[in-house]
Protein backbone atom coordinates (compact mmCIF):
# COMPACT_ATOMS: atom_id res chain seq x y z
CA UNK A 1 0.00 0.00 0.00
CA UNK A 2 1.28 3.15 -1.04
CA UNK A 3 1.91 6.48 1.74
CA UNK A 4 -0.33 9.24 0.61
CA UNK A 5 1.00 12.79 0.86
CA UNK A 6 -0.07 16.30 0.36
CA UNK A 7 0.96 15.83 -2.96
CA UNK A 8 -1.33 12.88 -3.83
CA UNK A 9 -4.49 15.08 -1.88
CA UNK A 10 -3.43 18.38 -3.24
CA UNK A 11 -2.86 20.39 -7.02
CA UNK A 12 -1.23 17.00 -8.11
CA UNK A 13 -4.60 14.69 -7.59
CA UNK A 14 -6.71 17.36 -8.97
CA UNK A 15 -4.72 17.54 -11.97
CA UNK A 16 -4.70 14.30 -12.97
CA UNK A 17 -8.64 13.86 -13.02
CA UNK A 18 -8.98 17.11 -14.63
CA UNK A 19 -6.99 15.77 -17.22
CA UNK A 20 -9.28 12.38 -17.60
CA UNK A 21 -12.20 14.91 -18.07
CA UNK A 22 -10.08 17.11 -20.67
CA UNK A 23 -10.74 15.44 -24.00
CA UNK A 24 -13.07 11.85 -24.77
CA UNK A 25 -10.33 10.46 -27.36
CA UNK A 26 -7.46 11.18 -25.76
CA UNK A 27 -7.81 11.47 -21.74
CA UNK A 28 -6.11 9.44 -19.21
CA UNK A 29 -6.77 6.62 -16.99
CA UNK A 30 -7.63 6.95 -13.42
CA UNK A 31 -4.45 8.15 -11.48
CA UNK A 32 -3.35 4.66 -10.05
CA UNK A 33 -3.09 6.50 -6.10
CA UNK A 34 -6.85 5.94 -6.78
CA UNK A 35 -6.42 2.51 -6.91
CA UNK A 36 -3.38 1.92 -4.22
CA UNK A 37 -4.01 4.34 -1.76
CA UNK A 38 -6.61 4.07 1.59
CA UNK A 39 -6.73 7.52 2.22
CA UNK A 40 -8.06 7.69 -1.63
CA UNK A 41 -10.25 4.94 -0.74
CA UNK A 42 -11.56 7.67 2.06
CA UNK A 43 -12.38 9.79 -0.48
CA UNK A 44 -14.15 7.34 -2.61
CA UNK A 45 -16.45 6.53 0.02
CA UNK A 46 -17.61 10.25 0.31
CA UNK A 47 -17.64 10.82 -3.35
CA UNK A 48 -19.32 7.24 -4.46
CA UNK A 49 -20.35 5.00 -2.25
CA UNK A 50 -22.37 7.75 -0.07
CA UNK A 51 -23.72 10.09 -3.01
CA UNK A 52 -25.65 7.80 -5.25
CA UNK A 53 -27.15 4.41 -6.04
CA UNK A 54 -24.82 1.22 -5.41
CA UNK A 55 -25.50 -2.41 -6.96
CA UNK A 56 -26.98 -5.01 -4.62
CA UNK A 57 -27.63 -7.86 -7.83
CA UNK A 58 -30.42 -9.79 -8.18
CA UNK A 59 -33.08 -8.99 -5.81
CA UNK A 60 -34.41 -12.70 -6.46
CA UNK A 61 -31.29 -13.11 -3.60
CA UNK A 62 -34.33 -12.11 -1.02
CA UNK A 63 -37.30 -13.88 -2.17
CA UNK A 64 -39.53 -13.94 0.95
CA UNK A 65 -40.53 -11.27 3.57
CA UNK A 66 -38.01 -11.84 6.46
CA UNK A 67 -35.36 -12.70 4.23
CA UNK A 68 -32.06 -10.61 4.97
CA UNK A 69 -28.63 -9.97 4.48
CA UNK A 70 -26.51 -8.03 6.59
CA UNK A 71 -24.05 -5.97 3.96
CA UNK A 72 -21.13 -4.06 4.14
CA UNK A 73 -20.93 -1.21 1.42
CA UNK A 74 -17.58 0.30 1.01
CA UNK A 75 -17.16 -0.06 5.03
CA UNK A 76 -20.54 0.34 6.41
CA UNK A 77 -22.75 -2.11 7.82
CA UNK A 78 -26.13 -2.23 6.32
CA UNK A 79 -28.80 -4.90 6.74
CA UNK A 80 -30.89 -5.18 3.49
CA UNK A 81 -34.62 -6.90 4.40
CA UNK A 82 -37.57 -7.62 2.75
CA UNK A 83 -40.64 -7.01 4.69
CA UNK A 84 -43.69 -8.83 5.10
CA UNK A 85 -45.35 -6.60 2.23
CA UNK A 86 -42.30 -7.95 -0.24
CA UNK A 87 -40.67 -4.50 -0.02
CA UNK A 88 -37.03 -4.27 0.41
CA UNK A 89 -35.60 -2.30 2.99
CA UNK A 90 -32.06 -1.08 4.16
CA UNK A 91 -31.31 -0.41 7.51
CA UNK A 92 -28.08 0.82 9.62
CA UNK A 93 -26.59 -1.89 11.12
CA UNK A 94 -26.50 -0.73 14.12
CA UNK A 95 -29.11 -0.82 17.39
CA UNK A 96 -30.17 2.79 18.59
CA UNK A 97 -29.49 1.91 22.00
CA UNK A 98 -25.62 1.77 22.48
CA UNK A 99 -25.25 0.85 18.66
CA UNK A 100 -23.98 -2.94 18.85
CA UNK A 101 -24.12 -4.86 15.58
CA UNK A 102 -27.55 -5.89 14.88
CA UNK A 103 -28.09 -8.97 12.25
CA UNK A 104 -24.94 -11.19 10.53
CA UNK A 105 -24.53 -13.31 7.52
CA UNK A 106 -27.90 -14.29 5.67
CA UNK A 107 -31.56 -15.86 6.66
CA UNK A 108 -35.13 -15.19 7.27
CA UNK A 109 -36.33 -13.45 10.75
CA UNK A 110 -39.73 -12.27 11.55
CA UNK A 111 -38.11 -9.25 13.53
CA UNK A 112 -34.70 -7.35 13.95
CA UNK A 113 -33.46 -8.41 17.88
CA UNK A 114 -30.42 -6.66 19.19
CA UNK A 115 -28.08 -9.48 20.61
CA UNK A 116 -26.82 -7.23 23.55
CA UNK A 117 -29.53 -5.99 25.74
CA UNK A 118 -32.64 -7.17 23.19
CA UNK A 119 -33.54 -3.71 22.12
CA UNK A 120 -35.76 -5.03 19.46
CA UNK A 121 -37.42 -3.95 16.04
CA UNK A 122 -40.06 -4.65 13.56
CA UNK A 123 -39.00 -5.32 9.91
CA UNK A 124 -40.27 -1.25 9.33
CA UNK A 125 -37.29 -0.60 11.55
CA UNK A 126 -39.34 0.68 14.33
CA UNK A 127 -38.39 0.10 17.84
CA UNK A 128 -41.06 -2.90 19.34
CA UNK A 129 -39.21 -3.57 22.80
CA UNK A 130 -36.90 -1.99 24.72
CA UNK A 131 -37.34 -3.53 28.60
CA UNK A 132 -36.45 -1.76 31.72
CA UNK A 133 -36.81 1.87 30.07
CA UNK A 134 -39.78 3.38 31.46
CA UNK A 135 -37.88 5.61 34.09
CA UNK A 136 -35.93 6.85 31.40
CA UNK A 137 -36.32 10.65 30.94
CA UNK A 138 -38.24 12.20 27.79
CA UNK A 139 -37.47 8.97 26.18
CA UNK A 140 -40.28 8.04 23.01
CA UNK A 141 -39.51 4.28 21.45
CA UNK A 142 -41.24 6.14 18.36
CA UNK A 143 -37.89 8.54 18.34
CA UNK A 144 -35.67 5.42 18.10
CA UNK A 145 -36.49 3.23 14.93
CA UNK A 146 -33.47 2.00 12.83
CA UNK A 147 -32.07 4.79 10.34
CA UNK A 148 -33.49 4.12 6.79
CA UNK A 149 -32.47 3.83 3.59
CA UNK A 150 -33.63 3.97 0.31
CA UNK A 151 -33.94 1.04 -1.94
CA UNK A 152 -34.70 0.33 -5.80
CA UNK A 153 -35.98 -2.63 -7.60
CA UNK A 154 -35.72 -1.86 -11.29
CA UNK A 155 -35.66 -5.15 -14.06
CA UNK A 156 -34.98 -7.63 -11.48
CA UNK A 157 -32.22 -5.84 -10.16
CA UNK A 158 -31.70 -4.36 -6.57
CA UNK A 159 -29.99 -1.04 -5.49
CA UNK A 160 -29.06 0.65 -2.26
CA UNK A 161 -28.71 4.51 -1.34
CA UNK A 162 -27.01 5.84 1.52
CA UNK A 163 -27.55 9.50 0.41
CA UNK A 164 -30.34 11.46 1.95
CA UNK A 165 -32.40 12.39 0.13
CA UNK A 166 -31.36 9.80 -2.96
CA UNK A 167 -31.29 10.80 -6.21
CA UNK A 168 -34.22 9.08 -8.42
CA UNK A 169 -33.10 5.82 -9.58
CA UNK A 170 -35.20 6.49 -12.61
CA UNK A 171 -33.03 9.43 -13.68
CA UNK A 172 -29.53 7.41 -12.66
CA UNK A 173 -30.57 4.56 -15.17
CA UNK A 174 -31.43 7.13 -17.60
CA UNK A 175 -32.16 4.79 -21.16
CA UNK A 176 -31.22 1.22 -19.50
CA UNK A 177 -34.52 -0.13 -20.45
CA UNK A 178 -34.07 0.90 -24.36
CA UNK A 179 -30.97 -1.01 -24.50
CA UNK A 180 -31.71 -3.95 -21.78
CA UNK A 181 -36.03 -4.57 -22.59
CA UNK A 182 -35.19 -7.08 -25.30
CA UNK A 183 -34.58 -9.80 -22.07
CA UNK A 184 -37.32 -9.24 -20.29
CA UNK A 185 -34.91 -9.47 -17.15
CA UNK A 186 -37.92 -9.51 -14.32
CA UNK A 187 -38.50 -12.82 -15.40
CA UNK A 188 -34.79 -14.23 -14.84
CA UNK A 189 -34.50 -16.39 -12.18
CA UNK A 190 -30.65 -16.76 -10.24
CA UNK A 191 -29.80 -20.22 -9.78
CA UNK A 192 -25.88 -19.39 -8.70
CA UNK A 193 -24.42 -17.12 -6.04
CA UNK A 194 -20.73 -17.05 -4.79
CA UNK A 195 -18.60 -14.41 -2.65
CA UNK A 196 -15.05 -14.12 -3.05
CA UNK A 197 -12.32 -11.70 -1.85
CA UNK A 198 -10.14 -10.96 -4.51
CA UNK A 199 -6.14 -8.92 -3.73
CA UNK A 200 -6.86 -6.33 -6.80
CA UNK A 201 -8.97 -2.87 -5.93
CA UNK A 202 -12.82 -3.11 -7.18
CA UNK A 203 -12.21 -1.08 -9.60
CA UNK A 204 -9.47 -3.20 -11.43
CA UNK A 205 -12.15 -6.19 -11.13
CA UNK A 206 -14.79 -4.82 -12.97
CA UNK A 207 -12.61 -2.62 -15.24
CA UNK A 208 -11.06 -5.91 -17.26
CA UNK A 209 -14.69 -7.66 -17.26
CA UNK A 210 -15.55 -4.85 -19.42
CA UNK A 211 -12.92 -4.78 -21.73
CA UNK A 212 -12.06 -6.55 -24.72
CA UNK A 213 -8.29 -6.06 -25.70
CA UNK A 214 -7.47 -8.56 -23.19
CA UNK A 215 -9.22 -11.65 -24.54
CA UNK A 216 -6.72 -12.93 -26.56
CA UNK A 217 -3.93 -12.74 -24.26
CA UNK A 218 -5.62 -14.18 -20.82
CA UNK A 219 -7.63 -16.52 -22.45
CA UNK A 220 -6.66 -17.72 -25.56
CA UNK A 221 -7.63 -21.33 -25.21
CA UNK A 222 -10.98 -20.77 -23.05
CA UNK A 223 -13.09 -18.53 -24.84
CA UNK A 224 -11.24 -15.61 -27.03
CA UNK A 225 -12.44 -16.88 -30.12
CA UNK A 226 -16.09 -16.78 -29.42
CA UNK A 227 -15.30 -12.96 -29.48
CA UNK A 228 -15.18 -11.01 -32.79
CA UNK A 229 -14.34 -7.74 -32.95
CA UNK A 230 -17.56 -5.41 -31.01
CA UNK A 231 -20.02 -2.52 -31.66
CA UNK A 232 -19.00 0.55 -30.72
CA UNK A 233 -20.20 1.62 -27.04
CA UNK A 234 -23.78 2.81 -27.35
CA UNK A 235 -24.47 6.25 -26.60
CA UNK A 236 -26.30 5.99 -23.63
CA UNK A 237 -28.27 8.15 -20.95
CA UNK A 238 -27.89 7.69 -17.51
CA UNK A 239 -25.12 6.25 -15.10
CA UNK A 240 -24.23 3.15 -16.69
CA UNK A 241 -21.82 1.97 -19.84
CA UNK A 242 -23.00 -0.79 -22.11
CA UNK A 243 -21.40 -2.48 -25.09
CA UNK A 244 -22.82 -5.37 -27.37
CA UNK A 245 -20.94 -7.77 -29.61
CA UNK A 246 -22.27 -10.26 -31.41
CA UNK A 247 -20.33 -13.88 -30.75
CA UNK A 248 -19.06 -16.91 -32.44
CA UNK A 249 -21.53 -19.22 -30.65
CA UNK A 250 -22.44 -18.72 -26.82
CA UNK A 251 -20.12 -16.76 -25.12
CA UNK A 252 -21.01 -18.29 -21.90
CA UNK A 253 -19.67 -21.43 -22.37
CA UNK A 254 -16.50 -22.67 -23.09
CA UNK A 255 -14.72 -22.94 -26.88
CA UNK A 256 -15.01 -26.51 -26.88
CA UNK A 257 -18.53 -27.25 -24.89
CA UNK A 258 -20.52 -24.96 -27.06
CA UNK A 259 -22.88 -28.35 -27.65
CA UNK A 260 -24.64 -27.74 -24.44
CA UNK A 261 -25.68 -24.83 -25.04
CA UNK A 262 -29.55 -23.64 -24.07
CA UNK A 263 -31.85 -22.51 -26.16
CA UNK A 264 -32.06 -18.15 -26.64
CA UNK A 265 -34.60 -15.83 -23.68
CA UNK A 266 -38.13 -16.66 -25.34
CA UNK A 267 -38.97 -13.55 -26.98
CA UNK A 268 -35.39 -12.65 -28.39
CA UNK A 269 -34.66 -11.46 -31.92
CA UNK A 270 -31.84 -10.71 -34.27
CA UNK A 271 -28.56 -9.76 -33.12
CA UNK A 272 -29.30 -9.73 -29.55
CA UNK A 273 -29.99 -13.43 -30.18
CA UNK A 274 -26.55 -13.75 -31.35
CA UNK A 275 -24.49 -12.25 -28.86
CA UNK A 276 -23.72 -11.00 -25.73
CA UNK A 277 -24.07 -6.87 -24.24
CA UNK A 278 -21.80 -6.40 -21.47
CA UNK A 279 -23.25 -3.32 -19.01
CA UNK A 280 -21.41 -1.74 -16.46
CA UNK A 281 -23.86 0.46 -13.71
CA UNK A 282 -22.05 2.94 -12.09
CA UNK A 283 -20.07 2.65 -9.76
CA UNK A 284 -19.81 -1.16 -8.81
CA UNK A 285 -22.65 -3.59 -10.62
CA UNK A 286 -21.94 -5.15 -14.01
CA UNK A 287 -22.76 -7.95 -15.78
CA UNK A 288 -22.90 -10.31 -19.47
CA UNK A 289 -26.18 -10.81 -20.54
CA UNK A 290 -25.92 -13.22 -23.22
CA UNK A 291 -28.87 -14.53 -25.24
CA UNK A 292 -29.65 -17.59 -22.85
CA UNK A 293 -27.81 -16.46 -19.89
CA UNK A 294 -26.56 -13.25 -16.97
CA UNK A 295 -23.77 -13.62 -15.23
CA UNK A 296 -23.47 -10.69 -12.83
CA UNK A 297 -20.83 -9.05 -10.48
CA UNK A 298 -20.67 -6.45 -7.35
CA UNK A 299 -17.71 -5.61 -6.47
CA UNK A 300 -17.33 -3.61 -3.56
CA UNK A 301 -13.47 -2.18 -1.78
CA UNK A 302 -12.26 -3.67 1.66
CA UNK A 303 -8.93 -2.12 1.32
CA UNK A 304 -7.40 -0.03 -1.69
CA UNK A 305 -5.90 -3.32 -2.55
CA UNK A 306 -8.77 -5.56 -1.44
CA UNK A 307 -12.19 -5.87 -2.76
CA UNK A 308 -15.33 -8.34 -2.01
CA UNK A 309 -16.85 -9.64 -5.36
CA UNK A 310 -20.44 -11.18 -5.50
CA UNK A 311 -21.05 -12.93 -8.38
CA UNK A 312 -24.32 -14.39 -9.72
CA UNK A 313 -25.37 -16.43 -12.89
CA UNK A 314 -29.11 -16.11 -14.20
CA UNK A 315 -31.23 -17.67 -16.73
CA UNK A 316 -34.51 -16.98 -18.17
CA UNK A 317 -37.28 -18.75 -15.99
CA UNK A 318 -38.62 -20.90 -19.07
CA UNK A 319 -34.65 -22.09 -19.20
CA UNK A 320 -35.47 -23.56 -15.38
CA UNK A 321 -38.18 -25.73 -16.93
CA UNK A 322 -36.22 -27.70 -19.36
CA UNK A 323 -35.42 -31.37 -18.00
CA UNK A 324 -31.86 -32.01 -18.49
CA UNK A 325 -31.30 -27.89 -17.38
CA UNK A 326 -29.27 -28.78 -14.27
CA UNK A 327 -26.81 -30.89 -16.23
CA UNK A 328 -25.96 -28.10 -18.86
CA UNK A 329 -25.89 -25.28 -16.57
CA UNK A 330 -22.93 -26.87 -15.15
CA UNK A 331 -21.30 -26.16 -18.21
CA UNK A 332 -21.77 -22.80 -18.01
CA UNK A 333 -20.61 -22.53 -14.31
CA UNK A 334 -17.73 -24.45 -15.45
CA UNK A 335 -16.48 -21.51 -17.96
CA UNK A 336 -17.64 -18.62 -15.81
CA UNK A 337 -15.57 -19.65 -13.02
CA UNK A 338 -12.42 -20.65 -15.59
CA UNK A 339 -12.93 -17.34 -16.95
CA UNK A 340 -12.49 -15.55 -13.77
CA UNK A 341 -9.75 -17.87 -12.47
CA UNK A 342 -7.58 -16.83 -15.71
CA UNK A 343 -8.15 -13.24 -14.71
CA UNK A 344 -7.60 -13.39 -10.90
CA UNK A 345 -3.60 -13.65 -11.50
CA UNK A 346 -3.74 -10.88 -13.84
CA UNK A 347 -5.66 -8.34 -11.53
CA UNK A 348 -3.22 -9.35 -8.25
CA UNK A 349 -0.09 -8.52 -10.51
CA UNK A 350 -1.27 -5.12 -11.56
CA UNK A 351 -2.20 -4.22 -8.09
CA UNK A 352 1.22 -4.59 -7.75
CA UNK A 353 2.09 -2.68 -10.62
CA UNK A 354 -0.18 0.30 -9.93
CA UNK A 355 1.18 0.68 -5.99
CA UNK A 356 4.40 1.77 -7.47
CA UNK A 357 5.15 4.76 -6.88
CA UNK A 358 6.28 5.40 -10.29
CA UNK A 359 3.16 4.47 -11.66
CA UNK A 360 1.15 7.06 -14.23
CA UNK A 361 -1.48 7.30 -16.13
CA UNK A 362 -2.08 5.36 -19.26
CA UNK A 363 -3.99 5.75 -22.12
CA UNK A 364 -7.00 3.76 -23.84
CA UNK A 365 -7.55 1.25 -27.06
CA UNK A 366 -10.24 1.24 -29.03
CA UNK A 367 -11.79 -2.06 -27.77
CA UNK A 368 -11.47 0.02 -23.94
CA UNK A 369 -14.44 2.05 -24.62
CA UNK A 370 -16.53 0.94 -21.00
CA UNK A 371 -13.04 1.67 -19.70
CA UNK A 372 -12.54 5.26 -20.30
CA UNK A 373 -16.35 5.92 -20.15
CA UNK A 374 -16.36 4.93 -16.55
CA UNK A 375 -12.49 6.99 -15.58
CA UNK A 376 -14.56 9.99 -17.03
CA UNK A 377 -17.66 9.37 -14.36
CA UNK A 378 -15.21 8.67 -11.71
CA UNK A 379 -13.14 11.81 -12.03
CA UNK A 380 -16.28 13.54 -12.16
CA UNK A 381 -17.22 12.67 -9.06
CA UNK A 382 -14.17 12.77 -7.49
CA UNK A 383 -13.65 16.35 -8.15
CA UNK A 384 -16.96 17.17 -7.26
CA UNK A 385 -16.15 15.96 -3.81
CA UNK A 386 -12.76 17.92 -4.28
CA UNK A 387 -14.15 21.10 -4.87
CA UNK A 388 -15.32 20.96 -1.25
CA UNK A 389 -12.06 20.63 0.15
CA UNK A 390 -8.99 23.45 -0.33
CA UNK A 391 -6.45 23.31 -3.01
S1 LIG B 1 -26.79 -2.09 22.09
FE1 LIG B 1 -28.56 -2.98 21.27
S2 LIG B 1 -29.84 -3.30 22.95
FE2 LIG B 1 -28.06 -2.42 23.79
FE1 LIG C 1 -11.19 -11.74 -18.57
Redesign the pocket.
Known amino acids: MRVSTDLVFGRDLRQQLRAVLADGDRSPGIPPACYADDDLLALERSAIFRKGWVGLGRSDRWPHGGDYSALDIAGEPVILVRNKAGVLQAFANSCRHRGSRLLAGDGNCKKIKCPFHWWTYDLEGRLKVCSRMENAIDFDPADYGLVKFAVAERHGFAWLCLAHPAPAIDDWLGDFAHFHGFWNLPQWRTTRVRDLEVDCNWKTFIE??NEYY??PM??PESISRLYPEPDAADQTSGQYTTQFGVTEGVAALLQQSQQHALPAAPGLQGREAMGTRYTWIYPNMTYALSQDSMWIYQALPITADRCRVVQTICFPAETLMLEDFGQRAEHYYERIDA?LA??LPFLQQQQIGLASSYARQGRFSALEPSVARFAYWYAQQMLRQLDHRPE
Open positions: VFHLVHAED
